[in-house]
């Protein structure tokens, strides 16, 4: 079956770094992922696109790359901030339907 | 600036009894949809809906559920007869158009649990 597959294992660094958040999928091509921000007990928060014909994307300090070859995302945050604590969580369109597939998601903790 | 809104924020309901979740999506957003998140699982999509009419559902949008506009204004999930593993936090969205390339807003969510 069409799957998403991220890290769930938390991720912790130090303030001023860079995080990289991994996202995988397997059994589909997903023709544009997206990736969110999800606070505990809260909805998911839209951040950014990126579709297959683009290896990268970049907004403020977030970057997102594609490949294709790798079937691979990875999600950058440069300069991380203690703000930037939650979860993250890849997901993916296929073809011309309107059904997002999510992962899990993976939580990044940014220490001071 | 808009936002999906969701109410009740919490409900508890017993096994067998019916619940409807409401939402009021963004005012000038065509298509709607609603999800589901068991806690610490995936989120996982249920339905998604235009025109007044469902576009697509999961498998897991089985005859026990529906959706309705049945105003101008809300957009409702109703589950007939809830079953213990129904309890899962319930998320609406809504986006300006069906396509991939516009994002979807996300509610605060509906935390639904069945005893």
């Known amino acids: 079956s069409q799957k998403i597959e991220q890290n769930s294992e938390a991720l912790n660094i130090q303030e001023g770094k860079t995080a990289t958040l991994t996202c995988n999928y397997t059994n589909y091509s997903p023709a544009y992922l997206q990736w969110y921000r999800q606070d505990p007990g809260r909805g998911p928060v839209f951040l950014l696109l990126i579709r297959e014909n683009e290896k990268e994307k970049r907004k403020e300090r977030l970057k997102v790359t594609f490949d294709t070859t790798l079937k691979q995302s990875l999600f950058h945050i440069t300069a991380s901030q203690p703000a930037d604590s939650a979860t993250y969580l890849c997901a993916g369109y296929a073809g011309n339907n309107r059904k997002l597939i999510w992962g899990l998601g993976t939580s990044l903790a940014v220490n001071p | 600036e808009p936002e999906v809104t969701q109410t009740p924020s919490h409900q508890v309901t017993q096994m067998g009894q019916e619940v409807i979740l409401r939402c009021v999506p963004i005012s000038n957003h065509l298509y709607f949809y609603w999800y589901r998140q068991i806690l610490g699982q995936k989120v996982e999509f249920l339905v998604s809906?235009?025109?007044?009419?469902?576009?697509?559902k999961s498998e897991i949008f089985d005859d026990q559920f529906s959706v309705e506009r049945p105003d101008g204004s809300n957009f409702t999930l109703k589950i007939r007869s809830t079953k213990l593993e129904d309890s899962a936090m319930y998320f609406c969205a809504s986006s300006e158009l069906g396509s991939p390339l516009y994002e979807q807003y996300f509610g605060p969510g509906t935390r639904l649990t069945v005893t």
């Open positions: 809906f235009y025109n007044n009419e469902i576009s697509e």
